[in-house]
């Protein structure tokens, strides 16, 4: 499974982006999806997950009621919705593929895409 991330950008705090992440390959509704992010000089956390048929959907408490994570199966994409955005949510973010589903770890995830840049400004 190959991803790839697309959506970052600069927008002001209180303001909205939606993240996508296309996969390649077959086995794409097989897969958790989850998306972690990276801010400078801090370590991966984990941000949002969703089942591979996309019935449960998990979220840091972080980003809980202000972010949606949702899957279309037949376009092998994975969405996430960032509404309300403050800026320490700016992070580098990533999609990610897992069949353990040992969501919250980024460590159990099988396949990354490269990173989308997410700048708030306040």
């Known amino acids: 499974v190959q991803l790839q991330a697309s959506g970052g950008g600069l927008v002001q705090a209180g303001g909205s982006l939606r993240l996508s992440c296309a996969a390649s390959?077959?086995?794409?509704?097989?897969?958790?999806m989850g998306w972690f992010r990276q801010a400078p000089g801090k370590e991966r956390e984990f941000v949002a997950a969703i089942s591979w048929r996309g019935g449960k959907t998990y979220y840091a408490d972080s980003v809980k009621g202000r972010f949606t994570i949702s899957r279309d199966n037949a376009k092998n994409t994975v969405y996430l919705e960032m509404n309300s955005l403050k800026p320490e949510d700016t992070a580098a973010y990533y999609c990610?593929?897992?069949?353990?589903?040992?969501?919250?770890?980024?460590?159990?995830?099988?396949?990354w895409g490269q990173g989308t840049l997410v700048t708030v400004s306040s």
């Open positions: 390959g077959r086995t794409f509704s097989s897969y958790n």
């Open positions: 990610a593929a897992d069949r353990s589903g040992r969501i919250y770890n980024p460590y159990e995830y099988d396949y």
